[in-house]
């Protein structure tokens, strides 16, 4: 594995390991997950030297954050625990999102529980809030740190005027979005911004929730219930169009003996040293696939291939419906 800095004296792997499809999630979001295999894919990970590993109170709820602590139970000096709050919730869902600095506090003191941790290495504002000023979060958030139950502060699809106030208040260490060669709006006004700043870059969704893996080659493949069926990129009048992606980089994985995935994640890793995406996995063998593009080295050709066949703005559909789309760059 190889190293990054997201920031000054925050050096991570290359690549993270996204832990949401493990538990908690259900059928419906990328297919059934076992827990045990959760763990053991947790566990391998961290042998393999990576470092950074995310979870977020919503997923499950509550119990991926268990999960991931009990993965790593014995092995925490190893690895950089990121965990994200900011949602409301009951027996049925989600229901709203909500940071107020009374939940900022909740949800921390819920994570480290959940964790077994004593601190969170990088706690996330996982969507802004619009009925919150985003320095009271903030400021909230900051009174973590000056307590020691949080290292480092983080933003998830935060726009680029949030992003300015939220630095203004306290240092922020990492900016998390959707990231890939079928998604490239970050390019346009966030990076700049956090490269302004000094602030590092976690793409999730790297892989274009599964479909730049080359392994769903039509809707059929997709599990009955899954809620892929509806993204936008997934329909039936897209998914062709979006195939033409994964064409290209499957030409160029099997010129250097590699995978789709692994094309796709070397992409953009070379889009600047200060971006770490965090690939999802639930199994050993999809993890071990997308930890191996760390090592691959994609040319100049490739590149151009590449920028030719996803352009930014040239995938066909919006990347989330409309509900989920009007929670992010607030």
């Given amino acids: 594995m190889k190293y990054r ?32 295999e959760g763990i053991a894919t947790i566990q391998r990970a961290i042998d393999l030297g990576v470092t950074l590993f995310d979870t977020a109170e919503i997923y499950g ?20 625990i990121a965990t994200k709050f900011g949602f409301r919730y009951d027996e049925n869902g989600m229901t709203g999102v909500d940071s107020t600095p009374d939940n900022v506090r909740r949800a921390c003191e819920g994570s480290l529980r959940r964790l077994g941790v004593e601190t969170i290495d990088l706690f996330y504002q996982h969507r802004v809030d619009p ?6 979060t903030v400021g909230a958030m900051a009174r973590l740190v000056e307590e ?11 726009g680029a005027d949030t992003i300015r106030r939220a630095a203004a208040v306290h240092p922020i260490a990492a ?63 897209n998914f062709g169009q979006n195939l033409k992606i994964v064409d290209v980089a499957r030409s160029i994985a099997d010129a250097h003996g590699a995978s789709p995935a692994q094309v796709a994640l070397a992409w953009l890793l070379a889009q600047g040293n200060d971006i770490v995406p965090i690939p999802g996995a639930k199994q050993r063998r999809t993890m071990e696939d997308s930890m191996a593009a760390a090592e691959l ?34």
Wanted: aromatic residues 6%; negative net charge.
């Fill in 175 to 237: 900016v998390q979005s959707e990231y890939s060669l079928w998604e490239r709006d970050v390019e346009g006004d966030i990076l700049p911004v956090l490269r302004e700043l000094g602030i590092g870059f976690v793409p999730y969704s790297p892989l274009g929730r599964g479909f730049l893996t080359g392994q769903i080659k039509t809707r059929d493949d997709l599990p009955e219930g899954d809620y892929r069926r509806n993204d936008p990129r997934y329909s039936e009048e």
């Fill in 5 to 36: 800095s997201l920031g000054p004296e925050f050096e991570v792997s290359a690549l993270g390991l996204g832990c949401m499809p493990m538990a908690g999630i259900g059928r419906g979001m990328y297919g059934e997950a076992n827990v045990d």
């Fill in 131 to 136: 009925n919150v000023p985003i320095e009271d």
């Fill in 61 to 80: 709820p509550l119990v991926n954050e268990e999960l991931l602590g009990r993965a790593v139970r014995g092995r925490r000096d190893r690895v950089v």
């Fill in 148 to 158: 020691g139950k949080v290292r480092r502060l983080g933003l998830s699809e935060a």
């Fill in 297 to 330: 080295t994609l040319s100049a050709e490739d590149l151009r291939r590449l920028e030719e066949a996803a352009p930014r703005g040239g995938t066909a559909g919006p990347r989330y419906g409309e509900k989920a789309l009007s929670m992010t760059r607030l």
